[in-house]
């Protein structure tokens, strides 16, 4: 057992021993093992390799997307909780292709850490990379998962010193390998001074622990060939040497991450791992907003969607807002006010994310995911609180770096492709601009690949064929400003308007130098690459 949950020992012990966090990885790194992995030393199945089986079940069931399947991406992002030791882990899937790295920055605002995982013969990918940096902007703590290393990998210094290099971030070790490739042993624990063996026969076997005192202990011979005990000897002495020890105020800061060293496939090191979120996690954080910051600690209960999915089951047109609780004792049938349109809402059939299966959450504590089903009334960027007006802030909604205009396969339908695609906007799969002048819509996306998952979602959702063009406008800026500054210079500017699905008004261009030059002819106004939502 480790020792007490929380450094800070006014936060009730349920929340304190939450634990919110995403993992971050490059494709094939291993991040679906070791959520398997997680899963079940979680308790929530009884054999790894559930988790695909599962992920295919869940996908015709909810995910439902013809796209994901062919693709093999996850286009949502799911929570998932279950306990370990006495904790509670929620874990929030980050969608892993690059593509979708709005939905991923949103993902990243619900948690209070992550794991990044690497491929111990690759290091850091570029996918890492981008998703360390999203992290980063957060200063949010990360755990390091050094995988495969049951496969020829490469020498441990070196990947130390790529991570510290290219993430600008230092580096400690937890464990240290023993042996690469094909003769890797295990690990040694350097904080507890355990070694940890794997076993190669069965790989949902637990690894073996035997204490020992310390790397001069002779015991470690009896266990490892002379040869590897003395390498591991003056590996750790360097690296005691040549690394920052771990410090637990850093890694909070997000400036030190420890590394353990494991293969997820043979189960191995994930325990460890999952004790260092444990001890490290760290417990539900205060959270940002206006006009004043929200404790976990605090009695009322508020929370806020960070993302929205419409139809989880494609019968109803019912969507599921995610909410993350930034304080308090939620329970079952509580009335929240939605801050926005304060308006009171019953919360009578949230769901809890349990990784077993979706089921009716009778309570949820500061860090917990919750799903709440809705009609639309919720809305990225949204907070409930139990009456006080406040407003989660940090979650920025991106200008959209690709735009196409969007027209209905029959004109008789371009009604229904309108509510489409506000369903959309407000999913917050796509930025849906309404020009001023003229019919039609403008869609942007971030990535290229989501006009595609859109044009088949319409097609199978509202049985809409549709067809995306290219749009005579290459970017979009929000317009700040007083009003009647914005208005001027609406009026001015008609040919290059449109609304987005708040109707905020969005100034649309292809040439770099019209926003140049507007930032010159309209000192009063302002162009935004992004709008914080609400
Ligand atoms: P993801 O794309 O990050 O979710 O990666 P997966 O978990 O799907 O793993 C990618 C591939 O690597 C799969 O074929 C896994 O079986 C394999 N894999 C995962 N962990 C290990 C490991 O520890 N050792 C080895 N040798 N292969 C692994």
């Not at 009026?491 to 140049?516: C, F, S």
């Amino acid at each position: 057992m480790l020792d007490t949950p929380s450094n800070r020992p006014e936060l009730p012990p349920e929340i304190a021993r939450r634990r919110t966090f995403a993992i971050i990885s490059h494709p094939d790194a291993g991040k679906t093992t070791l959520t398997e992995k997680f899963l079940l030393y979680g308790g929530a199945i009884q054999m790894a390799g559930q988790v695909r089986a599962k992920g295919e079940a869940r996908r015709t069931r909810s995910d439902f997307m013809k796209m994901e399947q062919d693709r093999g991406i996850s286009v949502s992002a799911s929570a998932m909780s279950f306990d370990y030791n006495g904790f509670r882990f929620n874990l929030v899937d980050t969608p892993g292709h690059s593509d979708f790295s709005e939905d991923t920055y949103r993902t990243l605002t619900a948690v209070d850490a992550a794991v990044m995982v690497i491929d111990g013969a690759k290091g850091v990918e570029s996918q890492t990379q981008k998703l360390f940096e999203v992290c980063r902007l957060r200063d949010l703590p990360i755990l390091t998962f050094c995988n495969k290393m049951d496969r020829e990998s490469r020498d441990v210094f070196d990947i130390i010193d790529e991570i510290q290099e290219n993430l600008a971030i230092d580096v400690t070790p937890a464990s240290w390998p023993i042996g690469v490739g094909r003769d890797f042993l295990g690990c040694y624990d350097l904080a507890r001074d355990r070694l940890e063996l794997m076993d190669r026969a069965d790989r949902n076997k637990v690894a073996q622990t035997i204490e020992i005192k310390g790397l001069d202990d002779p015991l470690l011979e009896q266990h490892i060939p002379a040869d590897l005990a003395a390498k591991l000897r003056e590996d750790v002495e360097m690296a005691r040497e040549l690394l920052p020890p771990l410090d637990a105020k850093a890694m909070a800061e997000g400036t030190l991450t420890p590394i353990w060293f494991g293969s997820a496939i043979n189960s191995f090191g994930v325990k460890e791992l999952m004790d260092g979120i444990a001890q490290f996690g760290p417990e539900p954080q205060p959270q940002r907003a206006d006009p004043r910051q929200i404790m976990p600690e605090e009695t009322k209960v508020s929370g806020f969607v960070f993302k929205v999915q419409a139809n989880m089951d494609p019968k109803h047109r019912d969507r599921v807002a995610f909410l993350r609780m930034a304080s308090g004792h939620f329970k079952r049938g509580m009335k929240l006010t939605h801050v926005r349109s304060k308006k009171p809402m019953a919360i009578s059939n949230p769901v809890l994310f349990l990784a077993a299966d979706r089921e009716l959450a009778e309570e949820a504590w500061a860090g917990d995911i919750i799903g709440i089903p809705n009609h639309g009334q919720l809305r990225i960027g949204d907070t409930l609180t139990e009456g006080e007006a406040l407003r989660v802030t940090g979650i920025p909604s991106f200008a959209p770096e690709l735009l196409q205009s969007c027209r209905a396969g029959d004109p008789l339908k371009a009604k229904h492709l309108d509510k489409a695609l506000m369903q959309f906007a407000e999913e917050g799969a796509a930025k849906v601009f309404k020009p001023v002048i003229g019919s039609g819509f403008i869609v942007g996306v971030v990535g290229a690949l989501q006009f595609e998952v859109l044009a088949s979602r319409i097609e199978l959702e509202y049985s809409l064929p549709v067809r995306f063009e290219p749009s005579q406008f290459t970017s979009a800026r929000w317009v700040h400003g007083p009003k009647e500054a914005v208005e001027k210079f609406a009026n001015a500017n008609k040919g290059h308007m449109a609304e987005d699905n708040d109707g905020d008004p969005v100034y649309m261009t292809r040439l770099q130098w019209d926003i140049d030059r507007i930032a010159r002819d309209y000192p009063d106004v302002t162009l935004s690459a992004t709008k914080e939502m609400m």
